[in-house]
């Protein structure tokens, strides 16, 4: 055995142990944190599924279905309120071709009468309530209900009103900060350092790559949540658009398909 060898494996292997013991045993060299809550039903954009996304009338519903957590988006219009929306522009969820920014909350247009689930194509959901609601109006109605908050861009004003939202409120440990992006996250964390962090799709990713090379055990997170879309809804929406896709290309030797 050449002596690289001979000082190597031993050395590969205790690291190998050490790095599963450790991962079994987080709490010997981690201090395990207390959330203020335990998530265990979120209703995506406030309860997309069977009312108009984003509405009142949506989260009302989700309340009722007991969910325990709402994820909502958050965007800023032109006279600085700010509003739940997933789009910055409107067109989809109203028909109007205009950025939340370029308007007022007054101007802001209703929600169309159905809008498509995300992950159901082909499924609308419906509503009575059409109104586009600001964020302080939902803190107001669901005082001590945990929310996720993601901002997708770095709008600064935007970060700063909501996390003053959020400290008015006094609802620091039970709101998230979201986004899919590091650079807004540093700035959002920078606002109010107080509020629970998600983790983005660049710290994923590294988490995972530290799993993988017997790294995570030894390094401290200080993302307090993993908001990810279930592998059952990830399946059905895109491996099953994808095949129903490719189904429909294929020749239609067999008679018609239904859709």
Same mark, same amino acid.
């Given at each position: 055995?050449?002596?690289?060898?001979?000082?190597?494996?031993?050395?590969?292997?205790?690291?190998?142990?050490?790095?599963?013991?450790?991962?079994?045993?987080?709490?010997?060299?981690?201090?395990?944190?207390?959330?203020?809550?335990?998530? &265990?039903?979120? $209703?995506?954009?406030?309860?997309?599924? #069977? !009312?108009? /996304?984003? @509405?009142?009338? %949506?989260? =009302?519903?989700?309340?009722?279905?007991?969910?325990?957590?709402?994820?909502?988006?958050?965007?800023?219009?032109?006279?600085?309120?700010?509003?739940?929306?997933?789009?910055?522009?409107?067109?989809?969820?109203?028909?109007?071709?205009?950025?939340?920014?370029?308007?007022?909350?007054?101007?802001?247009?209703?929600?169309?009468?159905?809008?498509?689930?995300?992950?159901?194509?082909?499924?609308?959901?419906?509503?009575?309530?059409?109104?586009?609601?600001?964020?302080?109006?939902?803190?107001?109605?669901?005082?001590?209900?945990?929310?996720?908050?993601?901002?997708?861009?770095?709008?600064?004003?935007?970060? &700063?009103?909501? $996390?003053?939202?959020?400290?008015?409120? #006094? !609802?620091? /440990?039970? @709101?998230?900060? %979201?986004? =899919?992006?590091?650079?807004?996250?540093?700035?959002?964390?920078?606002?109010?350092?107080?509020?629970?962090?998600?983790?983005?799709?660049?710290?994923?990713?590294?988490?995972?790559?530290?799993?993988?090379?017997?790294?995570?055990?030894?390094?401290?997170?200080?993302?307090?949540?993993?908001?990810?879309?279930?592998?059952?809804?990830?399946?059905?929406?895109?491996?099953?658009?994808?095949?129903?896709?490719?189904?429909?290309?294929?020749?239609?030797?067999?008679?018609?398909?239904?859709?």
């Amino acid at each position: 055995m050449s002596p690289l060898l001979y000082y190597a494996l031993p050395a590969l292997s205790s690291y190998v142990m050490l790095s599963i013991f450790f991962l079994r045993r987080p709490r010997l060299l981690h201090t395990p944190w207390v959330s203020a809550f335990c998530p &265990r039903l979120g $209703a995506h954009r406030g309860g997309s599924g #069977e !009312r108009l /996304e984003n @509405t009142m009338e %949506a989260m =009302e519903n989700a309340m009722a279905q007991k969910a325990d957590l709402l994820e909502l988006d958050c965007q800023l219009t032109r006279d600085g309120v700010v509003v739940v929306s997933h789009d910055k522009n409107l067109y989809r969820q109203s028909g109007v071709n205009r950025d939340v920014g370029s308007l007022d909350f007054e101007e802001l247009p209703l929600y169309k009468e159905e809008l498509e689930v995300y992950f159901s194509p082909g499924h609308f959901a419906h509503g009575s309530d059409r109104h586009m609601v600001r964020l302080e109006d939902v803190f107001r109605r669901f005082p001590w209900t945990p929310m996720s908050l993601e901002v997708k861009e770095q709008n600064e004003e935007l970060i &700063r009103k909501i $996390a003053g939202l959020v400290r008015h409120y #006094e !609802r620091d /440990e039970i @709101t998230i900060w %979201a986004s =899919e992006k590091s650079s807004v996250m540093k700035k959002c964390k920078a606002a109010n350092p107080e509020m629970p962090t998600a983790f983005t799709i660049s710290r994923g990713f590294w988490v995972l790559l530290l799993y993988y090379l017997g790294l995570l055990p030894f390094i401290s997170i200080p993302e307090r949540f993993l908001i990810s879309f279930l592998p059952t809804i990830i399946n059905r929406w895109y491996f099953g658009a994808l095949t129903k896709s490719q189904i429909l290309k294929w020749p239609s030797a067999w008679g018609p398909l239904a859709s």
